[in-house]
């Protein structure tokens, strides 16, 4: 059973500037509920209770919204109001939530291996939270577990993006096994169109076997002069050891306007309106 989860969310969300000045990006509600409140309620739903946060500066708002506000709730309680607190409440009793910071930004592999006195040798998730996933049914994470199940290896969620975004993710090929699914025999970090293996890009979902934390220790820094999880991942996947599947659900890349404001849109239209606990 894989019960931790990983969320790397020192990043500074630079493309929300004024919004994420002194409030993180990760905090920025998509209609009334936080974007790292979904990726937590994502891993719950997978079956982990061990949320582990890489944070940084100023994001203290993360640790005090997975926490009880004393005043708050005694001043709402016994009204209609609490019903909003229910899905945090949940979370809040059947998870426990660890925090640690990365004091320098060097890139998604660093931010992981941070992770490391957190996660201990288990395999575990990892969420992006500004990648907003929802699926009918099964969660993406959840799909990811399923397949770690089956394969025993790492596991990236992957899709298909216009040839002309490639630079924006990592991107694999390899063999596909069964529709879908797919073995990794190549990933690289943010490709131009023309040195692009596919248009299969990584998006913010993972299942890691924790042998990545001694291979992120030997990844030199990649594109950027970050140290990337994709060349880490790269490693694994040189002995077999990467699984691709391209999971079943909608993605937003909550990190751009546009994506931010069209999750907004399907999240109101077809959560929100639609059922009124979905949300709380
Ligand atoms: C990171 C990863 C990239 C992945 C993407 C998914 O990039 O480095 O491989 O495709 O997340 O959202 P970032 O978006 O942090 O630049």
Redesign the pocket.
């Known amino acids: 059973m894989i019960k931790k989860c990983l969320f790397p969310v020192a990043g500074y969300g630079t493309r929300f500037l004024p919004a994420t000045k002194s409030m993180p990006k990760e905090m920025m509600p998509i209609v009334n509920k936080p974007l790292v409140q979904y990726g937590v309620e994502e891993a719950f739903n997978a079956g982990m209770t061990d949320m582990a946060f890489v944070t940084g500066r100023g994001k203290r708002a993360i640790p005090d919204h997975f926490d009880i506000s004393y005043e708050l709730e005694a001043q709402i309680a016994g009204t209609d109001k609490e019903n909003h607190l229910i899905g945090i409440r949940n979370l809040i009793d059947n998870c426990t939530f660890t925090y640690t910071r990365q004091m320098q930004m060097k890139g998604?592999g660093h931010a992981i291996l941070t992770g490391e006195t957190l996660i201990g040798d288990r395999p575990f998730g990892v969420v992006?939270a500004d990648?907003l996933c929802i699926a009918k049914g099964q969660s993406v994470l959840s799909q990811l577990v399923s397949l770690h199940e089956e394969f025993r290896c790492t596991v990236v969620a992957i899709e298909e993006v216009p040839p002309d975004e490639t630079h924006k993710?990592?991107v694999i090929s390899g063999q596909e096994v069964r529709p879908g699914v797919y073995r990794v025999d190549t990933m690289i970090?943010k490709p131009a169109p023309a040195e692009a293996p596919s248009n299969l890009?990584?998006?913010?979902r993972y299942i890691l076997t924790p042998d990545i934390f001694d291979i992120i220790r030997k990844t030199p820094p990649g594109r950027n002069g970050e140290v990337?999880?994709?060349d880490a991942l790269m490693e694994q996947a040189r002995a077999g050891n990467v699984i691709a599947c391209k999971f079943s659900g909608k993605r937003f890349d909550c990190?751009s306007v546009d994506g931010f404001v069209e999750a907004t849109n399907y999240c109101y239209e077809n959560l929100y309106l639609t059922d009124d606990s979905a949300l709380d």
């Open positions: 998604l992006l990648d993710y990592g970090e890009a990584i998006i913010g990337q999880i994709t990190g």
